[in-house]
């Protein structure tokens, strides 16, 4: 499976901002999806994560009440909807897939397919 994510951009504190992740490949197969993110000088962290059949989400603390991860299908297609962005959330977004189990994890060394990351930079 590639990945190609984009949706990145500048925007004040506050604002809203929705990333897309489009699969291409061997996308017949079931994966989880995945996105993480990278600040300047930090190790990449866990963001989001949802099973192939949506049921099943998992966000991390920092996020939760303010990021909606989705996927459609159909579409090939994972979001991740930004709402209430502050400046701690600033940084390269990577979307993932596991192809390989379609178990869910918070582990990026679990996620085999990765996208080219695209930046988000929230000013204050």
């Known amino acids: 499976v590639q990945l190609q994510a984009s949706g990145g951009g500048l925007v004040e504190a506050g604002g809203s901002l929705r990333l897309s992740c489009v699969a291409s490949g061997r996308t017949s197969s079931e994966y989880a999806a995945g996105w993480f993110r990278q600040a300047p000088g930090k190790e990449r962290e866990f963001v989001a994560a949802?099973?192939?059949?949506?049921?099943?989400?998992y966000y991390t603390d920092s996020v939760k009440g303010r990021f909606t991860i989705s996927r459609d299908n159909a579409k090939n297609t994972a979001y991740l909807q930004m709402d209430n962005l502050k400046t701690e959330d600033t940084a390269v977004y990577f979307c993932?897939?596991?192809?390989?189990?379609?178990?869910?994890?918070?582990?990026?060394?679990?996620?085999?397919?990765w996208g080219q990351g695209t930046e988000v930079t929230v000013s204050s």
């Open positions: 993932a897939a596991r192809t390989k189990s379609p178990m869910l994890s918070m582990f990026h060394g679990n996620y085999d397919s």
């Open positions: 949802i099973s192939w059949s949506s049921r099943t989400t």
